[in-house]
């Protein structure tokens, strides 16, 4: 199966950089064919909502990284959104891929499956609410089909993280994958 994980994080050895790492290690010890985007180290600028999209077959107005996972969006079986908590709601850097999903809605929607992988400092269960609701959304609008999540609450650095049981449920959902 063709993957493409999508991270949210500035931090290269966060909380949710762990939490990609074993995911992707535990779909790769299966045999799945896994791209990685780190949205915070790409050159992906924000939507401009002008509509260049809707007259150029897709494509954006920016000419950015973005282009280029569009075009792997199209191909991916399965999109795995991997995001910290930030005031409620994804990150600011995955979320302006997201919000870049508008120039190629037709050619991405339907049938695809999607996972959210999440850490949070806040250990409360209504903290990741909004997020999940956004996320909901998306696979509703996009007609895509949700194959998990992960919550890791309470978990404010990647040493706190590393104590849990988090990281290795990670992994078992990349290894526990159909095909």
Request: charge should be negative.
């Amino acid at each position: 199966m063709k993957l493409t994980v999508i991270t949210g994080s500035p931090h290269k050895k966060g909380t949710t950089a762990l939490l990609a790492e074993k995911f992707i290690a535990g779909a790769k010890e299966t045999g799945h064919e896994v791209l990685r985007f780190d949205t915070a180290f790409e050159n992906v600028k924000p939507c401009l909502a002008c509509e260049y999209c809707a007259s150029h077959d897709g494509e954006c107005v920016h000419k950015d990284t973005m282009n280029d996972l569009s075009k792997q969006l199209i191909e991916t079986e399965l999109i795995v959104f991997v995001t910290p908590l930030y005031y409620f709601g994804m990150s600011a850097q995955i979320k302006a891929v997201i919000d870049r999903f508008h120039a190629s809605n037709a050619k991405i929607a339907g049938s695809k499956k999607a996972m959210l992988l999440v850490a949070s400092y806040i250990a409360d269960d209504w903290a990741m609410e909004g997020l999940e609701t956004m996320y909901e959304s998306m696979l509703r609008f996009l007609n895509w089909e949700d194959a998990g999540k992960l919550r890791a609450a309470g978990c404010p650095t990647r040493e706190v993280l590393e104590q849990t049981a988090y990281p290795q449920q990670a992994f078992e959902m990349g290894k526990n994958l159909c095909q």
